[in-house]
């Protein structure tokens, strides 16, 4: 009986050896993999409209997102966004449709780049704002945003003539946005 009662013995000690181990592989591969999939949310990030600088009739700025403490997650390669005010100006998007998508965390930041034509025209308008729509609602531990950030517009008028009265926006970029 006695080789019975070790069999039995080393095969219930093996099963919890076995199933703890499962389990520690389980929440270590989870504890890892969580924050890449995840997109960010508004409420994971502090977001800006940053100013780039001036030069030839052209203007530089960046909507900047800054990860907040504590917070982990990604932002696609582009994102929708649009215009307040400013009927006859329009955004377009230089960055290809597969770009990139950039991780932040813990008070990192990504930039997309800004450019539009200033000065010159015989029309101008001036936006009121950008509004940005985050990618996702609900964070990873289930707080719910508005997707919807919305950035009042301090950079003056912008061409509305019909042949240049595009505001270009490009790809996703990692790293805070330049400044003059």
Known sequence: MTTRTNIRRSAAVLLVAGAAAGATVLAADTAVAMPTDFHCTSGQV???LV?????AGGRDAA???????GETCTLPGTLPIDLVGARDVVLSS????DASSVEIGDGSSAHIP??????GAP??????AITITAPQETSPRGDTSDPRITLPWDFGAVNAAPESHTIR????TAGTAPTV
């Open 114 to 119: 800004l450019h539009w034509s200033a000065i």
């Open 94 to 97: 230089d960055a290809a449709p």
């Open 46 to 48: 502090t977001t800006r």
């Open 123 to 128: 029309r101008q308008e001036t936006p009121l």
């Open 169 to 172: 926006t490009g790809a996703m």
């Open 63 to 69: 909507i900047q997102f800054t990860a907040k403490q």
């Open 51 to 55: 100013y780039g600088g001036a030069g």
